[in-house]
């Protein structure tokens, strides 16, 4: 399973940004879906999960209310939309993919290359 991220780019201390994922040779509804992302010189912390259609949402402990998981199952996508951007922010973002969906489970079996996310002051 295939998954492809995109949105990434510099970006600038308050701003917003949009990531994307789709599943290109798959439909995107028959997985639950998340996100984790890998800060500089620090190991791989999960963002959140979203279930199959995109009506229950859990998010990472050490995170705050500015990341929003979303999904549109009719554009094969999923997005993880970032406000308020912080230095803090600047890592590489995964999208992440299981076929079951379990709440609060960090436990996800296909992965994507990863989109690069800096944010500059």
């Known amino acids: 399973v295939r998954l492809v991220e995109s949105g990434g780019g510099l970006v600038q201390a308050g701003d917003s940004l949009r990531l994307s994922c789709t599943v290109p040779?798959?439909?995107?509804?028959?997985?639950?879906m998340g996100w984790f992302r890998q800060e500089p010189g620090k190991e791989r912390t999960f963002v959140g999960g979203?279930?199959?259609?995109?009506?229950?949402?859990y998010h990472g402990d050490s995170l705050d209310g500015r990341f929003t998981i979303s999904r549109d199952n009719a554009k094969n996508s999923l997005y993880l939309q970032i406000t308020n951007l912080k230095l803090e922010d600047t890592a590489v973002y995964y999208c992440?993919?299981?076929?079951?969906?379990?709440?609060?489970?960090?436990?996800?079996?296909?992965w994507g290359q990863g989109t690069q996310v800096t944010v500059s002051s």
């Open positions: 040779e798959r439909t995107i509804s028959a997985f639950a």
């Open positions: 992440v993919a299981r076929r079951s969906y379990v709440p609060g489970t960090l436990e996800y079996d296909y």
């Open positions: 979203i279930n199959f259609a995109g009506t229950r949402t």
